[in-house]
């Protein structure tokens, strides 16, 4: 049976989908009983996501109009 | 927030290869940050601009020849990537790699039958579109993130910005694919632990 350690320092394994079979089936074993780790992974998801989803910083223009020159004389 | 969304890979392509200046300008304006953090990951703050006005003219030059094996966003993070090693070599440097010595410490603790020594913190708020508005997060994250040993901070951008698989992953740093797993595993759970800090207290 995995610890809640084991969880935590496989749970990038998991959310990347790396586990095989039988890894798996253990893990989600472990999570079915373990409210604690089962918030610790929806967490480890969540931050991701955030991160992923809220970059927030727009390019100024004339960066853009770099690019735009640059490509200009593209074919 | 993303600016406007694009029009599908099927629908766009051919409209920048048309050179429509409106969707080109948006193309850019769109993938531009993206892109930056990956130069900035791999090649540094000083020189990333240049790596990605350098991959834009690459993008730009192969783009009749892109044959839509992979999505065009994974294509371009692919070129930027690319360029930044490239021009890393060039300049006889490496990506620090100081990350992978300390990377035994988790920031999490467990007693000795493995269990929590302090269980996972509750957030107050989990909603996803709720955390991804909040602006001192965000900032919070971004903070974390700087302060993170270089290869875990690029490991975690190509992977989670870049959409750069393990294996490219190895290739672009130059290490192990373990040594990917815990440079990513590592930043990860301090962005985590960072967020748990946040929900329970306020500050970052």
């Known amino acids: 049976m995995l610890t809640c350690r084991d969880i935590e320092s496989k749970s990038s394994d ?24 089962r918030r610790f992974i929806k967490h480890l ?14 390019t100024p223009k004339e960066k853009i109009d770099q690019v735009m020159d640059r490509i200009k004389e593209i074919n | ?54 991959a834009w003219v690459s993008i730009f030059k192969s783009l009749p020849k892109f044959q839509q094996k992979s999505a065009l966003k994974t294509w371009i993070m692919r070129i930027v990537a690319n360029e930044a090693k490239t021009r890393l070599k060039k300049e006889s440097r490496s990506i620090s790699l100081e990350g992978l010595e300390a990377v035994s410490k988790s920031p999490f603790s467990f007693d000795q039958s493995g269990s929590w020594s302090k269980p996972p913190a509750h957030w107050h708020q989990e909603s ?41 992953i190895c290739n672009v740093l130059e290490v192990s694919e373990s040594n990917v797993r815990v440079l990513l595993h590592r930043a990860r759970t301090k962005l985590l632990a960072a967020v748990d800090r946040y929900q329970e207290t306020g500050e970052c």
């Open chain 1, 14 to 37: 998991y959310i990347d989908n790396d586990l095989n079979i039988w890894q798996k089936m253990k893990y989600k074993f472990h999570l079915f009983m373990c409210v604690d780790c």
């Open chain 1, 45 to 58: 998801k969540l931050t991701i996501y955030t991160y992923k989803n809220s970059l927030n910083q727009p």
């Open chain 2, 1 to 54: 927030m993303m600016s406007t969304k694009l029009p599908d890979d099927k629908t766009l392509i051919p409209l920048l290869l048309t050179k429509d200046k409106a969707i080109t300008r948006q193309f850019i304006t769109f993938h531009y940050p993206q892109m930056l953090m990956i130069a900035r990951a791999i090649a540094g703050s000083v020189i990333a601009d240049e790596v990605v006005q350098e």
């Open chain 2, 128 to 168: 996803p579109d709720a955390l991804i508005h909040q602006e001192e997060l965000h900032d919070c994250l971004e903070k974390i993130l700087s302060h993170l040993p270089a290869s875990q901070r690029s490991t975690f951008i190509l992977k989670e910005i870049g959409s750069h698989t393990l294996d490219e």
